[in-house]
């Protein structure tokens, strides 16, 4: 008998969802453990892979698993290892093999990918992307990250991490300083953080504007006070959103130029800005974009539900 259901495991920075998921994207039941509590990447796994365990072994489900799949930051589909993960204690400083750890605690076979690649088979599986070969999503969190799918596959390249359109440089004279290191990346302008980075430069640029953001300087700003904001009107609100949507319009322009997706879905909090963000996007991409390719590509905002998408677009892989 086929086997009926992929375990999904989104690890995030700070805890790591856990969720069965049957092949019509259905989550069945769902766990989750801390990320970063632990000495070793060895640890974690085992800790992880005694949970899987235990999910499965709760719910009847031996011998029904077909695998798992795990979206994970700095995740290489090749070779199943997390490469030097800034933000998880345990994988900074050296690669953690994950995949071979993770089949070694439960005996099932794994896969692993970046939270964005998920995201982008998540589409591709249960979402906008359905019956789509060609697409791209882009996902606009504290970061910008990006997963490629071309000819109905994902683009990882040679050593299975390309596809980092975050970290394309949009300023090359004097740019934001990005959390890569380098300068000028789209994700320093264009992710959550980014907007409210725009907004504090802009409230220390222009201290005599009216603006409902002046209000809350008494903590620190948020893209959502900044929606918030735009959503009622504030006219430095909607100049921010104005000027994020431009560039990453532009940075569309490019992105269609080399790849030619039939969409662009945009996915994660800033995303449900919808209109603030999509009108300049569009206004940006009508002004720039080559002529052979205007009105090809649909800019279409995710409709999977925010909790459920990151355990649906890791158990995608295991799916593959």
């Not at 998880?88 to 964005?116: Q, R, S, Y």
């Not at 799918?149 to 740019?175: I, S, Y």
């Not at 009216?210 to 959502?224: F, G, V």
């Amino acid at each position: 008998m086929e086997k009926q259901y992929v375990i999904g495991v989104d690890m995030g920075g700070t805890n790591t969802a856990i969720g069965v998921v049957d092949a019509r994207g259905t989550i069945l039941c769902r766990s989750k453990i801390p990320t970063g509590n632990y000495a070793t990447g060895e640890e974690y796994a085992k800790v992880l892979g005694a949970t899987i365990n235990k999910l499965i072994e709760q719910n009847d489900l031996k011998d029904k698993i077909k695998g798992i799949g795990m979206g994970a930051p700095d995740a290489n589909m090749h070779t199943g290892v997390i490469e030097h993960a800034a933000n998880i204690p345990w994988a900074k400083n050296k690669p953690v093999p994950m995949a071979d750890l993770l089949t070694a605690e439960t005996g099932l076979p794994c896969k692993l990918t970046n939270d964005a690649n998920a995201a982008a088979l998540g589409e591709k599986h249960y979402g906008s992307a359905k019956g789509m070969k060609d697409f791209m999503v882009i996902t606009l969190g504290t970061g910008l990250g990006s997963g490629i799918v071309a000819n109905g596959q994902l683009v990882v390249g040679h050593d299975g991490l390309a596809g980092e359109l975050g970290h394309v440089r949009m300023v090359r004279q004097n740019g934001r300083v990005c959390g890569c290191g380098r300068t000028g990346c789209l994700e320093a302008y264009c992710s959550a953080t980014g907007v409210a980075r725009t907004a504090r430069e802009l409230l220390e640029q222009y201290p005599e504007r009216k603006t409902a953001l002046q209000d809350i300087l008494h903590r620190p700003l948020t893209s959502e006070d900044v929606s918030k904001a735009a959503e009622q009107g504030d006219e430095l609100a909607l100049e921010i959103f104005d000027f994020t949507g431009k560039m990453l319009g532009d940075a569309f322009c490019d992105f269609i130029t080399f790849s030619s997706p039939q969409a662009i879905i945009l996915f994660g909090g800033l995303a449900h800005a919808g209109d603030l963000l999509l009108k300049p996007i569009e206004a940006a991409m009508e002004e720039q974009i080559l002529t052979m390719y205007k009105g090809k590509t649909k800019i279409i905002i995710s409709q999977l539900n925010d909790d459920e998408a990151p355990i649906l677009g890791a158990g995608a892989i295991a799916w593959e």
